[in-house]
Nanobody, 114 residues
Framework: VQLQASGGGLVQAGGSLRLSCAASGSRHSFTVMGWYRQAPGRQRELVATILINGITDYGDFVKGRFTVSRDNAKKTVYLQMNSLEPEDTAVYYC?????????WGQGTQVTVSS
């Protein structure tokens, strides 16, 4: 299983970014897909998870600013991030699970300037 993330970049506070992550290497859909992030000096933390049936879960810090979605046919998960804050600066990693094995994307940098 391979995950290819894209869409990171530099944005001003209050701006928006949309991340995408495409999974490959499996004929079957992935039950769970989502995003974690890791800022320098901090532990990796959950941003959002979405199940194949559309049920979602978010980290407490999201506070309605981010929306996770997926296209099961394309095996792709998205993260729409609005009202970005400098504290959102981090490397964002997409992930999925298969048979209790977690697969990670390569990470995409999101930098929010004040």
């Amino acid at each position: 299983v391979q995950l290819q993330a894209s869409g990171g970049g530099l944005v001003q506070a209050g701006g928006s970014l949309r991340l995408s992550c495409a999974a490959s290497g499996s004929r079957h859909s992935f039950t769970v897909m989502g995003w974690y992030r890791q800022a320098p000096g901090r532990q990796r933390e959950l941003v959002a998870t979405i199940l194949i049936n559309g049920i979602t879960d978010y980290g407490d810090f999201v506070k309605g600013r981010f929306t996770v979605s997926r296209d099961n046919a394309k095996k792709t998960v998205y993260l729409q991030m609005n009202s970005l804050e400098p504290e959102d600066t981090a490397v964002y990693y997409c992930y999925t699970k298969r048979s209790d094995i977690v697969y990670w994307g390569q990470g995409t940098q999101v930098t929010v300037s004040s």
